[in-house]
T-cell receptor
Framework: DAGVIQSPRHEVTEMGQEVTLRCKPI?????LFWYRQTMMRGLELLIY????????DSGMPEDRFSAKMPNASFSNLKIQPSEPRDSAVYFC?????????????FGAGSRLTVL | KNQVEQSPQSLIILEGKNCTLQ??????????LRWYKQDTGRGPVSLTI?????NTKSNGRYTATLDADTKQSSLHITASQLSDSASYIC??????????????FGRGTSLIVHP
């Protein structure tokens, strides 16, 4: 298995532009999580899906952020319009519940820089 | 509010020495606790997972302990190697609605092993 695949690995954009980050979870995993990591706050949960349905999006910073999971093998996170404070590493993770425990497998992350 | 606090924030040790990282949590109802290792520029990778009934678990030179009464965990690294330089993240999961288990992440301890 190739693991969780994220793209792009690096994105540099200008303030006001739309950013789309993509994630392909591990086949068979029924949970998908989007996290943002910064030095100041560490890993923050933005939103998670179960069986393609958004369950909790309370971590999404504001209306500029949106996430979709149209099918079991793809999710995207959009920021429109982007702002410099959105600069961070965005991680996608997937899991399936085994014996009552979610063990997340993380992608390599997408490093976003907004100028 | 579920919280996970880790200490120290950063640690520098000499190669070959042992070290212990701490994790305190206020997560309820407790489901499981995991330690992740995150190398620079990579996503976190699971090291150990412990449920309520387990108080110690080893993975090579890594040994995690859990005291569910005091809500504390530690990660002990024996005979450190240069490759142990990374961020170590404590993750505690609580049972959520619908039978899911949502993790709360600590901010991590940054470990640097010097030759």
């Amino acid at each position: 298995d190739a693991g969780v695949i994220q793209s792009p690995r690096h994105e540099v954009t200008e303030m006001g532009q739309e950013v789309t980050l993509r994630c392909k979870p591990i086949s068979g995993h029924d949970y998908l999580f989007w996290y943002r990591q910064t030095m100041m706050r560490g890993l923050e949960l933005l939103i998670y899906f179960n069986n393609n349905v958004p369950i909790d999006d309370s971590g999404m910073p504001e209306d500029r952020f949106s996430a979709k999971m149209p099918n079991a093998s793809f999710s995207n996170l959009k920021i429109q319009p982007s702002e410099p404070r959105d600069s961070a590493v965005y991680f996608c993770a997937s899991s399936r519940r085994v014996s009552g425990a979610n063990v997340l497998t993380f992608g390599a992350g997408s490093r976003l820089t907004v100028l | 509010k579920n919280q996970v606090e880790q200490s120290p924030q950063s640690l520098i040790i000499l190669e070959g020495k042992n070290c212990t990282l701490q994790c305190n949590y206020t997560v309820s109802p407790f489901s499981n606790l995991r330690w992740y290792k995150q190398d620079t520029g990579r996503g976190p990778v699971s090291l150990t997972i412990m449920t309520f009934s387990e108080n110690t678990k080893s993975n090579g030179r890594y040994t995690a302990t859990l005291d569910a009464d005091t809500k504390q965990s530690s990660l002990h690294i024996t005979a450190s190697q240069l490759s142990d330089s990374a961020s170590y993240i404590c993750v505690v999961s609580a049972a959520a609605s619908g039978g899911s288990y949502i993790p709360t992440f600590g901010r991590g301890t940054s470990l640097i092993v010097h030759p």
